[in-house]
T-cell receptor, first 112, second 111 residues
Framework: EAQVTQNPRYLITVTGKKLTVTCSQN?????MSWYRQDPGLGLRQIYY???????DKGDVPEGYKVSRKEKRNFPLILESPSPNQTSLYFC???????????FGSGTRLTVV | GIQVEQSPPDLILQEGANSTLRCNFS?????LQWFHQNPWGQLINLFY???GTKQNGRLSATTVATERYSLLYISSSQTTDSGVYFC?????????????FGTGTRLTIIP
């Protein structure tokens, strides 16, 4: 089944403790990106990647890092999480053949 | 940047009713998608519809790109249709195929 897999689905952590949210897709998509969803602010792009070893900032990149060492994986790294990063995070992928975006199931992160 | 507006913001309907959700966007776009966010927070892709009309069961969508709007039709609503419906438009800026989401329509279907 074609899908984007995010892990974990839920995470509660403490301020300053480094964490990684994994994202993997099995569709050989070139393009991957991360979004966060917050009440009243909608979904906003954090980082994106056009292909292996090609990443760039989206609209709200502060406090996040990403890497794209393999085509299928695009992890989101929070080096020192803070409470304002409490949010619902989504990973998405798409192909340049333009068949639309596929989203992961989301990761609900709480930073206390 | 591009603006994406959805209407109505909230909609409460009896089971079996039909509804039309609208999405207006302020500039030319490469593509448009409709998503359903279910009560568990998952974003489910409904339609990839840069132009024209598509149908999938009780749902159909129409995009008129030249007039910068899209419509999502839901017929014979069921309680499982409840949730938030988003349209998202894709624009390309220096290779970033970014999705800009609308503010959503919250649909509640009452049994």
């Amino acid at each position: 089944e074609a899908q984007v897999t995010q892990n974990p689905r839920y995470l509660i952590t403490v301020t300053g403790k480094k964490l990684t949210v994994t994202c993997s897709q099995n569709m050989n998509h070139e393009y991957m990106s991360w979004y966060r969803q917050d009440p009243g602010l909608g979904l906003r792009q954090i980082y994106y990647s056009m292909n292996v070893e090609v990443t760039d900032k989206g609209d709200v990149p502060e406090g996040y890092k990403v890497s794209r060492k393999e085509k299928r994986n695009f992890p989101l790294i929070l080096e020192s999480p803070s409470p304002n990063q409490t949010s619902l995070y989504f990973c998405a992928s798409s192909s340049y053949t333009r068949l639309g975006y596929t989203f992961g199931s989301g990761t609900r992160l709480t930073v206390v | 940047g591009i603006q994406v507006e959805q209407s109505p913001p909230d909609l409460i309907l009896q089971e079996g009713a039909n509804s039309t959700l609208r999405c207006n966007f302020s500039d030319s776009v490469n593509n448009l998608q409709w998503f359903h966010q279910n009560p568990w927070g998952q974003l489910i892709n409904l339609f990839y519809i840069p132009s024209g009309t598509k149908q999938n069961g009780r749902l159909s969508a129409t995009t008129v790109a030249t007039e910068r709007y899209s419509l999502l039709y839901i017929s014979s609503s069921q309680t499982t249709d409840s949730g938030v419906y988003f349209c998202a438009v894709e624009t390309t800026n220096f290779g970033n195929e970014k999705l800009t989401f609308g503010t959503g329509t919250r649909l509640t279907i009452i049994p």
